[in-house]
């Protein structure tokens, strides 16, 4: 017996490449739901302050800094797209404190566009002593996917960034984020 030739030699070479396509796409769903951060400044938390104090300009250029080197590392070594945050800035600023506002930084992510939130903050210590903390979380459900804590022992521009990249490399980066291989 002979084997026949398909009818339509054209379709099997169409259908074959589409269900492979349509495959990727549908293995690509989750990894693109993960590929967009907001990643919003990092705070300072000063126990000693009082109500409504602000930070003192020394500690808002560590602020700064340490809050780009965090965006530079999730964006570089994380492979996350950032969204912009400027358009949600007063937004940011009546829910602020960020840290401690109960998942309003998932709400404004989402309202930015992001899957993921990523929040951080310093707390002041004693006599030089800082702790650095992040916290990535799925903007839809506020589930944490990943966090990290440091203490900061010197309060100079180089010790808070060493404290940031030890942070994104060792504990936010250490495995790839989920939807990341």
Known sequence: MHARAPSHPGRAALVLPALVLLALSALAGPAAAAETAAVFPVEMFD??????SRTRPADAKKLALVTEELRTSLKDKGGLTLVDTA??????D?????????????????????????????????????NLSVVIAEAGSGKVVRGGQVTIRADTDDTWAHA????????LLAEPLPGKS
């Open 87 to 92: 358009p949600a800035a007063a937004q940011i």
């Open 47 to 52: 126990p000693a302050a009082s109500y409504g």
């Open 94 to 130: 009546k829910e602020g404190p960020l840290y401690k506002c109960n998942g309003c930084a998932n709400d404004i992510a989402k309202g930015l566009g992001a899957n993921l939130a990523v929040t951080g903050y310093v707390e002041r210590g004693a006599n030089q002593i800082f």
């Open 164 to 171: 940031m990249r030890w942070v994104v490399k060792n504990r």
